[in-house]
């Protein structure tokens, strides 16, 4: 379920990440567009300008112009260049850290998965010595009542034996001298 769960907010996360990225790329690329037809325009207008004024010094300040905003566009072109390069290396280096921090997870989710079947092994087999044991004890405490009734009948034996095999001598009380003076 957890691995399902990673899988998916991994896409999850590649796809929002591409999906800025292309994003990015194609602002880029509407505006780079805008330009070029912007430039294209300008250039055609100008064009048409000076075919129509014919004047050498309007022509001259037109290919100043032109050479100024071609210039600024390849100036824009570039930094829209690094941008975009910028973005994939970002990208790249998110892309990478990622992928260091997803293994590290996984690494620590199956050593973490290890020491919880070691884990369950260890309980395993303490529950069955725990049964041994219990089970031992059963039949330690059955012997030692078998054991305890035996004794009982033993001592009632011998104190019945004991009983019988002693005769009841009935010996005369003798009389302290003192009390019984004697005749001499």
């Excluded at 330690?140 to 034996?157: C, H, N, P, Q, T």
Aim: aromatic content about 10%; some cysteine.
């Amino acid at each position: 379920m957890k691995r399902r769960f990673e899988s998916a907010k991994y896409d999850f996360f590649m796809e929002r990440d591409r999906f800025s990225c292309k994003s990015q790329l194609e602002d880029v690329q509407n505006e780079l567009d805008y330009l070029r037809a912007w430039f294209d325009f300008f250039i055609l207008s100008t064009h048409k300008e000076t075919s129509d004024s014919g004047g050498d010094a309007d022509c001259k300040l037109l290919e100043d112009k032109l050479k100024k905003l071609k210039l600024e566009f390849e100036k824009l072109a570039f930094k829209k260049g690094c941008e975009v390069s910028t973005l994939l290396q970002e990208y790249g280096f998110a892309w990478s850290e990622f992928k260091c921090i997803e293994s590290r997870f996984t690494d620590k989710l199956m050593r973490r998965d290890e020491e919880i079947k070691q884990a369950n092994k260890n309980i395993l087999s303490l529950v069955t010595i725990q049964e041994q044991l219990e089970s031992s004890n059963h039949e330690k405490d059955k012997i030692i009542s078998g054991l305890m009734a035996k004794v009982a009948e033993l001592e009632d034996k011998v104190s019945k034996n004991y009983k019988e095999e002693r005769p009841v001598v009935k010996t005369p009380l003798r009389r302290s001298p003192r009390l019984n003076p004697r005749k001499q």
